[in-house]
């Protein structure tokens, strides 16, 4: 689960990272007054003003704006909300912004040497430990410094047994060339880090840049955050962060039917039960010319009222030219899930684009009769090649 920057930065102050203060509005006079409440806490008479979506390079698209007067915070905040921001990690129509996180200015004016780092905490998958992955080139796509420059990329591997190890905070600072005061609020800066990833059972968290002010405070200037939506049953305050509006509403509503559901931007539709058996059908796909518009498993009880949501879910993709109904019988009974297509097929109506249903496992032969003898437009097979070839047929028609 996507957070927001804000949201973000909550759970880091929580576990003792240091951030800047901000205050989140959803309408310019919110903004304004989020304005004067930062600079009674802390006499900035700057302020930034981010829009607040689930997408990265914010500031390339206009979403991140300075403000050097109260009358522009109203300005900026009036030019960001409602706008639809289009960024590097968006598509073309871009994300709509309902609201800025308005947030004092930690870069001062006049004064020299402020510094920019990137850090991130994630799961090393090759190695099966807590990685951080840090450099000096903070505030830059860090892919490109990965590309360009890799021995500026350092990472430090954790243990979690043991945990982090204070050898391992002083070398992160180490090798960012600070010392001093830089030095040890880097080092608390980094166990504060470690501790809000394991707290709250975070898949990632991305800090860039971590910021370094001119006086030697180390901050999180700009933070990414995500959860681990298989641990969330156990933060329900985190799960009550999310923001439904972000994400797709196909995936949403599948979500709230028990279905998982992921859209792709493919021509052929496909359902299946079982994450596996998912991928095999997607290569299949591809194998017979045609590109996944989803990946759509309806779980073990493929039972009628899934199977016709999952139905419903996928006809509102105008890009799906052919559907694949690939369902493999152990648990369930194929022609139980026949029945379920036969009874979503008439119950939604008509459907425009040609159904491909290949059922194997318990009952299958009873499925095949079941789907051939209903009169519907509905291609049938068993095997699986049987399918792709049909595929890769009706698609050559089209």
């Known amino acids: 689960m996507n957070l927001h920057e804000f949201q973000a930065k909550q759970i880091l102050k929580s576990y003792g990272v240091p951030v800047p203060v901000g205050i989140v509005a959803e309408v310019p006079e919110q903004a304004v007054k989020a304005a004067e409440e930062i600079q009674q806490q802390t006499q900035s008479v700057r302020w930034a003003v981010k829009a607040q979506i689930h997408a990265g390079g914010r500031g390339k698209g206009g979403g991140v704006k300075i403000a050097d007067s109260l009358h522009e915070v109203y300005e900026k905040s009036s030019q960001i909300i409602g706008m639809d921001l289009v960024t590097p990690q968006t598509s073309e129509a871009g994300k709509r912004v309902h609201k800025v996180l308005v947030e004092q200015n930690i870069f001062y004016p006049g004064i020299s040497d402020p510094q920019e780092f990137y850090m991130s905490v994630l799961l090393n998958r090759a190695t099966s430990r807590v990685m951080i992955m840090y450099s000096t080139e903070g505030g830059m796509d860090i892919e490109e410094v990965a590309e360009k420059t890799p021995e500026l990329i350092f990472t430090e591997e954790i243990d979690t047994s043991v945990g982090l190890q204070e050898f391992q905070c002083r070398k992160i600072a180490y090798n960012l060339k600070l010392d001093g005061d830089a030095f040890k609020n880097m080092l608390r800066f980094v166990r504060g880090l470690y501790k809000a990833y394991m707290g709250s059972d975070a898949a990632m968290i991305e800090v860039n840049p971590v910021f370094k002010t001119s006086d030697n405070l180390i901050m999180a200037a700009d933070c990414k955050m995500r959860l681990d939506q298989n641990a969330l049953f156990r933060h329900p305050d985190l799960l009550a962060m999310r923001d439904l509006t972000e994400e797709d509403p196909a995936e949403v509503e599948a979500g709230a039917h028990h279905l998982n559901y992921v859209k792709l931007s493919g021509n052929v539709g496909c359902m299946v039960n079982g994450a596996g058996l998912a991928m095999a059908t997607m290569d299949i796909i591809k194998l017979a010319g045609g590109e996944p518009a989803n990946f759509l498993d309806v779980g073990g009880s493929a039972n009628a009222e ?60 009873e499925a095949k009769e079941l789907i051939e003898s209903s009169g519907l437009k509905v291609y049938s097979a068993v095997l699986l090649q049987e399918a792709a070839e049909l595929v890769s047929e009706v698609l050559g028609k089209q």
């Open 306 to 365: 899934r199977v016709e949501q999952a139905f419903r879910i996928i006809l509102k993709d105008p890009n799906v030219k052919i559907i694949l109904v690939n369902i493999f019988g152990g648990i369930v009974r194929c022609d139980r899930v026949a029945q379920g297509i036969v009874d979503a097929y008439r119950n939604i109506g008509t459907i425009d684009i040609p159904i491909i249903v290949r059922l194997q496992g318990t009952n299958a032969e």
